[in-house]
């Protein structure tokens, strides 16, 4: 049996370049070895847990988001794409899971502790959003997924769903569940790219991202206005590539083959960022550079994203067969965990009748 691979996005926005380099194209190229069995789905219960009063938001994004998977180079025959909410198992689950795990261990959860702050909640926070580190832990195991391609922002997560498959097989001595490992990117530039205004995420509701979707124009604009280095003024002053968007853009996405492609001065960033240190090096130039890296990267898969966005029937048709086939596997472990626990009463007569 091939070991099962499961991510998720929330569907809150289009796709934006965060996700892309942070866990879209691990997956695109874990589904192209054809190793695993690999699902992605689209967490729109998780999105509603800090988005009750605006179900029409994720509505909206469905496809978009749909369309951004097929655009990155997912493809249906090898990659199950389905929707939460369509399976069940997945509210099923938790609730089992739920007794296994602390109000203190919760409330310790890095990831949670961060988006509390981003969002602003304090006491109000809606119980649905506290406990859906609890939700993510059924979305891994009711697929007994071995490996979860993500960005390290969700790591915390990963530990939970850890813990929880442990006090699971532990409390109902079994072996039912099984323990998930995150695969993170190749490099920290690419596991939290941060914001195009240099802050450290890139994130819809800061208004510092570029998405998939978005065209030649606007994406040059976007590189053009990012927050590079306050203190480098002149051509010729000296500076600093740490916390410079434009390098850990250019961290995150350019390879050898861009610099021969684009450059004649440098063969690599290495050289480029030393010229930037020493002084004489301009932003524009920096930027334009970028700017035909990630165009090479965006092209295509707007290209393809065009191509799929006039048969919406056809996104529709895909995602009613992922949620089947997703429904299968999820409810076969259900089923598992029921038996575990002993609440499979009336599929188990003979405990009763005997
Ligand atoms: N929390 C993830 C995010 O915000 C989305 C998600 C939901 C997920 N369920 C998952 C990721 C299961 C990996 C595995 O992007």
């Not at 509390?116 to 006491?123: A, D, H, Q, S, T």
């Not at 097989?169 to 190749?186: G, K, M, S």
């Not at 802050?199 to 606007?218: F, H, P, V």
């Amino acid at each position: 049996m091939k070991d099962i691979l499961l991510t998720g996005d929330r569907p809150t926005g289009p796709l934006h370049l965060g996700h892309y380099v942070g866990s879209l194209k691990n997956r695109v190229a874990l589904q192209n070895t054809g190793k695993y069995e690999q699902y992605v789905m689209i967490a729109d219960i998780q999105a509603l847990t800090d988005n009750a009063n605006d179900p029409q938001k994720i509505r909206n994004n469905l496809l978009e988001v749909t369309l951004d998977y097929l655009a990155a180079g997912l493809q249906p025959d090898k990659t199950t794409m389905f929707i939460q909410s369509h399976i069940p198992a997945l509210f099923e689950l938790p609730m089992f899971y739920a007794n296994l795990v602390t109000m203190s261990r919760l409330e310790r959860n890095p990831t949670v502790k961060n988006e509390i702050k981003l969002r602003g909640f304090e006491r109000n926070l809606p119980v649905g959003f506290m406990t859906y580190p609890i939700s993510q832990a059924a979305d891994i195991t009711a697929f007994k997924a071995k490996y979860v391609p993500v960005g390290d922002d969700q790591l915390p997560m990963l530990e939970q769903a850890r813990e929880i498959v442990s006090a699971f097989n532990r409390t109902y001595n079994c072996d039912v569940l099984v323990e998930p490992q995150a695969i993170l990117p190749e490099n920290s530039e690419c596991s939290r790219l941060v914001g195009t205004d240099g802050n450290a995420k890139m994130s819809k509701s800061l208004g510092n991202c570029i998405y998939l979707r978005d065209d030649e124009k606007t994406v040059k604009q976007k590189i053009m206005s990012m927050y590079t280095d306050p203190e480098h003024i002149n051509v010729s002053d000296p500076g600093h590539t740490e916390g410079n968007t434009v390098f850990a853009y250019l961290d995150a996405f350019s390879t050898p083959e861009s610099f021969s492609a684009y450059t004649t001065e440098y063969a690599n960033l290495e050289e480029m960022k030393e010229h930037y240190r020493r002084g004489g090096l301009g932003d524009m130039k920096c930027k334009k550079l970028l700017n035909s890296i990630m165009q090479d990267i965006l092209r295509p898969i707007r290209e393809r994203r065009e191509e799929y966005a006039k048969d919406k029937g056809y996104l529709l048709d895909m995602l009613a067969q992922g949620v089947d086939k997703a429904n299968e596997r999820a409810t076969q472990t259900l089923d598992e965990v029921r038996a575990a626990i002993g609440v499979d009463y009336l599929k188990n007569r003979d405990f009763f009748l005997k």
